[in-house]
């Protein structure tokens, strides 16, 4: 299938930039990257926003949830990716439990990975309870992206990656959010027409997972969209590559040739 040419780009995309998508009524795009060649990647692929997500406790570490996720580890995987990127707005996930410690805590941490990863926002999740939060991160100049609905780091409380259904407390948590100051908020794992009502009413762009068409942009997780994931998916990804089995497949064959002795031939024998 031919690829659309990445959208061209002279400069990085910013925060106000998301604002001006939703007006113009363009779709925007978000996909998580936690190295270097993956950071490389989604940044060429012309994709707006590069999210270092905590979900790298589970992509990459092997978790069961987010939640073991360290700021350490926030800034360290951020760092790696912001210096990948060139174009696409980096955005470093404030992991668990920093937002619930108090604005001058979730200051310091977003501070922290403003100032040692290079990345340009914060993303948080939080209900209205962490509206405060939100606006004193903003009041010192960082950028804050919400996340409301399946927060995974509360998945303990929710029993499970469960949909949330709320209507009231959706829009409670999305609304506070906005007027905190958040330039856009994430919808996880929310019914299609709940998302599609609150996208309709906030101010603010509206980045779904799991959460239907209507919002104003989508994101996925970059190894459930290459199909790199271990394990089952949610059945709200498009897996667009094999990229597992193509690896898999690799190994295999390297494998076989080395034990048949025909790795390396002549062409990759020095001297
Ligand atoms: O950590 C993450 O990857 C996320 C996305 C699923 C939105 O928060």
């Given at each position: 299938m031919p690829h659309p040419p990445a959208p061209r780009r002279d400069r990085r995309v910013t925060v106000t930039d998301l604002g001006k998508a939703m007006e113009q009524g363009r779709p925007i795009t978000m996909a998580t990257a936690y190295d270097w060649p993956t950071g490389r990647l989604v940044d060429a692929a012309g994709i707006d926003c590069v999210l270092v997500g905590d979900s790298v406790a589970m992509?990459?570490?092997?978790?069961?949830?987010?939640?073991?996720?360290?700021l350490d580890q926030m800034v360290y995987h951020g760092e790696i990716v912001a210096r990948a990127c060139q174009r696409s707005l980096v955005v470093v996930d404030l992991p668990f439990p920093l937002q619930h410690l108090g604005n001058l805590r979730a200051i310091e941490a977003s501070a922290r990975l403003l100032k040692e990863t290079g990345c340009q926002a914060v993303k948080l999740e939080g209900t209205a309870g962490q509206a405060e939060v939100i606006a004193g991160i903003v009041a010192a100049g960082i950028p804050v992206m919400g996340h409301v609905g399946l927060r995974p780091q509360a998945v303990h409380q929710f029993g499970g990656y469960r949909m949330q259904r709320d209507r009231d407390q959706l829009f409670r948590d999305a609304e506070s959010a906005a007027e905190a100051g958040a330039f856009a908020v994430v919808l996880e794992c929310v019914p299609a027409a709940i998302a599609a009502e609150i996208t309709e009413a906030l101010p603010i762009p509206t980045i779904g997972i799991g959460a239907?068409?209507?919002?104003r942009g989508q994101v996925l997780v970059f190894h459930d969209l290459v199909g790199l994931s271990q394990g089952r998916v949610p059945r709200f990804v498009r897996t667009y590559a094999s990229a597992g089995t193509l690896i898999a497949e690799a190994l295999a064959q390297w494998r076989d040739d080395v034990e048949a002795r025909r790795f390396p031939g002549p062409d990759e024998t020095l001297g």
């Open positions: 992509v990459v570490a092997g978790h069961d949830s987010t939640i073991p996720a360290t239907g068409p209507s919002c």
